[in-house]
């Protein structure tokens, strides 16, 4: 009995921080399905509702909402402890909390944005300056998360050589965000001119 061996669980906050990296990974990827195939309706390329694609997305994203809520109590914890919070040190930190309440907000906006349409077809009953806006600041706030995140996410996720997996990813998602900002304000024109 000398001889064994003490097994080591993982720390629950690593376990954690995993899969709060594997949920904002599916997130991401599911985003930019849903990004993609809802520019092409609202330009009128294609007719492909996403909606329980996205309702799927949306459980994801509590889900790593409420994880990421832990994770940022348990840091502000240890700076209480610690007497030592270093605001303007840990500005990505705070860009990336701030980013990702903007996106919870934005988010109601969106899905009442899209959530009714008219029968028959992909008209909604109203999409003003206001919704615009508040779809525009979504995929700012997004773009804001995603830039600030990816390589800790890639970090968490073990993927080594991050420079060219990073640069490859924000270029993509920049002509990705480019693209659905650019499909919100084709609707918006074509919603105003019917």
């Known amino acids: 009995m000398r001889n064994a061996r003490k097994v ?4 629950i906050e690593v376990l954690m921080r995993r899969l709060n990296s594997i949920l904002a990974a599916a997130i991401l990827l599911l985003f930019m399905i849903h ?6 309706t609202m330009v009128d390329a294609a007719m492909i509702i996403t909606k329980h694609m996205a309702r799927f997305m949306v459980v994801l994203i509590v889900i790593h909402t409420v994880l990421s809520c832990i994770l940022t109590a348990k840091a502000l914890k240890t700076w209480k402890v610690t007497g030592a919070p270093y605001f303007k040190e840990n500005t990505l930190f705070w860009a990336r909390r701030i980013s990702g309440l903007a996106i919870m907000i934005l988010i109601a906006f969106h899905m009442i944005s899209f959530m009714s349409t ?13 919704l615009l806006a508040a779809n525009i600041l979504l995929v700012i706030s997004v773009a804001v998360h ?5 390589k800790p996410m890639l970090i ?5 050589s991050l420079k ?10 920049s002509v990705l965000l480019v693209l659905f900002i650019i499909g919100f304000i084709i609707y918006y024109f074509r919603w105003n001119t019917i």
């Open 35 to 40: 990004g993609i195939l809802g520019t092409l």
């Open 164 to 173: 060219p997996r990073v640069g490859d990813i924000l270029f993509v998602l």
């Open 8 to 11: 080591r669980f993982p720390n």
């Open 146 to 150: 995603v830039t600030t995140n990816v």
């Open 156 to 160: 968490s996720l073990g993927i080594r």
């Open 118 to 130: 008219t029968p028959g077809s992909f008209t909604l009953p109203y999409f003003g300056g206001s």
